[in-house]
């Protein structure tokens, strides 16, 4: 008999439930959400064995996942994971490095150093700029905007690690209306104020409108985006940035997916100008398919974010180039690894192919979605499709409908006043097949609220 070994194990449980990704339910049912109750028992004296304990992770986890991870799922901008991404993982796993600098981990300072080149490279951002891998758009931008609160305030001759925010001089911050919820607590938590925001107004597509913009001044931390998150559209950077800069404002950018549109030739264009910018964040978990959790924070003045982010002493700056010194994290897994894993088996051929396959794709919806009847609020630029039913009610329900199916998962969002939905096209396996069979339920869910309503109509006349 061969010994049991819990890593061959869980390899082939986790092959066994890569298989059924496809054709298993996206959200679980009700009975299997109640099989999670065989969760609830309590810690045990002595330890259980981890054939017992994969076994459960099996049989009840497993199945009460969401699908997430395969090519039925179109939830918020939720990529899955490469294969070669998870591969490698493993191997990561077993180093188990504390990543924060050279000394404790000298391949993974490598490898992260080598992830920041390419990233910047294929980004087409200022090679010199600093990347900070950290865990999410949320945490790497939060390195990014305290760096802009701290070099603002720096020009206004204040040092605010020593003095801190008593006393100091008034910022303003410039932000998007249709900016996304982490850039606001963000801004929250970094002592700014959501009452003190000045909002800057969007256009029909959720875009920044330039003549609408608040005037700008050398105190001003403007907030823009990549990526609007239900129509996918970009800021207009390049009538925006210069005039900021002119100013004398720091520029940041949430580029959460759609920074990846730069790396792509034929969707350069919606991003033009951004790298006229300060600061940008990008994540991998999303469009670049690593797994969660994994995100880049890049700042064009990296000395000054590795001042602020320093955490040998606040003003005394170490190693700068020290993934420590970068971001939130001090103690951190090396969260470049998995974008470098993942650029190294796509290529930039293949990254080009997979981001152009998924606008094509939600092309594909938008199209598929109008010939069924409903109406598709967006132009579709990118891998984002919103669209909505005849009345608020009609939409939550025909959601319902579709969700309800198992075959499907999509999130409601509101846009412009009224209730919507959202599809996002961001999963490596999406393929014409998986987007027919999408289509053919949201067909379904709209066809039965049409003959729904018929019948409404027609019980109405007799
Ligand atoms: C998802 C998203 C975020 C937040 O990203 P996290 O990695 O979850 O912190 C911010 N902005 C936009 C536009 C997003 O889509």
Not at 91 to 101: G, K, N, P
Not at 354 to 359: A, D, G, N, S
Request: proline share 5%.
């Amino acid at each position: 008999m061969t010994q049991y070994d819990p890593l061959d194990d869980a390899n082939a449980r986790a092959a066994a439930y890569l298989d059924g990704l496809r054709d298993r339910r996206v959200f679980p049912d009700a009975k299997t959400l109640a099989g999670l109750r065989e969760f609830d028992e309590p810690l045990p004296p002595a330890g259980r064995d981890i054939s017992d304990t994969l076994r459960l992770l099996a049989e009840i986890g497993s199945p009460a996942t969401v699908a997430s991870n395969g090519p039925n799922y179109f939830g918020y901008v939720i990529g899955g994971t490469l294969p070669s991404v998870l591969a490698a993982q493993r191997l990561f796993d077993a180093w188990d490095q504390c990543a924060s600098s050279f000394d404790n981990a000298p391949s993974v300072h490598k490898i992260e150093s080598v992830a920041a080149n390419w990233l910047l490279e294929l980004l087409d951002l200022p090679r010199s700029a600093k990347v900070s891998f950290g865990t999410t758009t949320a945490s790497c931008g939060f390195a990014c905007l305290a760096t802009a609160r701290r070099t603002l305030l720096d020009r206004q001759g204040w040092n605010i690690d020593r003095r801190g925010l008593n006393g100091a001089p008034v910022l303003r911050v410039v932000v998007s209306e249709a900016a996304h919820s982490t850039i606001l607590r963000n801004l929250r938590l970094l002592g700014f104020g959501l009452d003190h925001l000045e909002l800057a107004p969007v256009d029909e597509h959720g875009r920044v409108d330039p003549e609408r913009l608040p005037p700008l001044d050398d105190r001003t931390l403007l907030c823009l985006q990549a990526g609007e998150v239900n129509t996918g559209e970009f800021d207009p950077f390049s009538d925006i940035v210069p005039v900021a800069k002119a100013a004398g404002a720091w520029v940041h950018v949430d580029g959460s997916f759609g920074l990846w549109a730069r790396a792509n030739p034929d969707l350069a264009y919606l991003a033009k100008g951004v790298e006229g910018a300060d600061s940008w964040t990008v994540d991998g978990h999303k469009w670049l398919n690593t797994p969660y959790d994994g995100a880049a924070g890049i700042c064009r003045h990296g000395d000054l974010l590795a001042e602020t982010m320093n955490s040998a002493t606040v003003y005394a700056p170490g190693a700068g180039d020290a993934q420590m010194n970068l971001g939130m994290e001090f103690s951190r897994r090396g969260r470049g690894l998995s974008f470098w894993v993942a650029l190294r088996s796509l290529g930039r051929d293949g990254l080009t192919e997979m981001t152009l396959r998924h606008c094509r794709h939600a092309r594909m919806l938008a199209d598929g979605l109008a010939d069924a009847g409903a109406e598709v609020l967006n132009r579709v630029v990118l891998n984002q499709v919103l669209f909505r039913c005849e009345t608020d009610e009609a939409t939550q329900a025909m959601r319902d409908r579709a969700v309800a199916t198992g075959r499907i998962w999509f999130g409601p969002t509101r846009w412009q006043g009224r209730s919507a939905c959202r599809l996002s096209v961001s999963n490596w396996q999406s393929s014409d097949d998986s987007i027919d069979a999408a289509l053919r339920v949201l067909g379904e869910a709209l066809d039965r609220g049409h003959s729904g309503r018929e019948a409404a109509a027609h019980q109405e006349k007799l």
